[in-house]
């Protein structure tokens, strides 16, 4: 395998990866899964948001044991607005770093 097509895999590997943390995300959130969502965040990830209604403010939730507390009170479906959707995501993949739109 050549080197091109080696990073070419990898980078096509970590994008995979990143998708499918994206669907548990979303999965475990709505089923009642607090563990398989914390397992989405690293040991020290956070969990913060960017209201974009009135009326909201940001927050930011930092390691595990609180990211298990806060989606533990998060409520589930089939309430309104409860249901997580991934439409298209945009994953940009460079070397050690990735971003998704």
């Known amino acids: 395998m050549t080197d091109d097509l080696l990073?070419?895999?990898t980078k096509l590997e970590a994008e995979r990866d990143i998708l499918r943390t994206l669907y548990t995300y979303a999965h475990s959130i709505d089923l009642g899964d607090e563990e398989g969502?914390?397992?989405?965040f690293a040991q020290d990830g956070a969990f913060e948001t960017i209201p974009r209604f009135e009326g909201y403010e940001p927050y930011?939730?930092?390691g595990r044991e609180r990211l298990q507390d806060f989606?533990?009170?998060?409520?589930?479906p089939p309430g309104l607005w409860h249901k997580h959707l991934l439409i298209e995501p945009i994953i940009e993949v460079d070397g050690d770093h990735a971003s998704v739109k």
């Open 7 to 9: 990073a070419r895999v």
């Open 37 to 40: 969502w914390a397992d989405c």
């Open 60 to 62: 930011r939730i930092v």
């Open 71 to 76: 989606v533990s009170h998060h409520t589930r």
